[in-house]
């Protein structure tokens, strides 16, 4: 076994200190310390996007990520997205109401992508309607092999619109 490596991250609110291998990813941190399963693994090569997480509340691909590279991080999955009471995200919400998802596998990957363009525009003072371009540009990095994306555009500009202050 390879050396470990002190870590601290806090992960959807929650510290956790932990000794990882110095070669793990963080999405392998996430999902076989953590068992916070909803982050996938589709590819393992920077290309899909089924990996992505909001880290230090910007996405990141976390299978291109070492965990120990988060070191003093805080992170969001998608297990954070809902409110503590279960309510759901606005772009959870978005997703069931349009139908954005068939086998769901990219669906955690492309709400946190989402998450960080609604932010991103928050922070820009652009809240409300975002066009088609925009999101598609936003989730160029994410695939899905079933929707067709239409109903993917269409979940996150439905959570844009119904969302005038998106926190994550
Ligand atoms: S698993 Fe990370 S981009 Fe595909
Ligand atoms: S819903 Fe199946 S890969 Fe996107």
Known sequence: ??????????????AHASEVPARMLLVHYL????????THVGCDTSSCGACTCLVDGESAKTCTVLAVQADGSEITTIEGMAGADGTLHPLQEGFWAEHGLQCGYCTPGMIM?????????EGAGRVGAVSEQEVRKALEGNL?????????????????EASRRITV
């Open 113 to 121: 992508a989402a998450a960080d363009l609604l932010a991103r525009r």
């Open 31 to 38: 999902r076989d310390e953590l068992g916070l399963t909803g």
């Open 144 to 160: 899905c092999r079933c929707t067709g994306y239409h109903n993917i555009v269409k979940a996150v500009q439905a959570a844009a």
């Open 1 to 14: 076994m390879g050396a470990t490596v002190p870590l601290k991250v806090t992960v959807n609110g929650e």
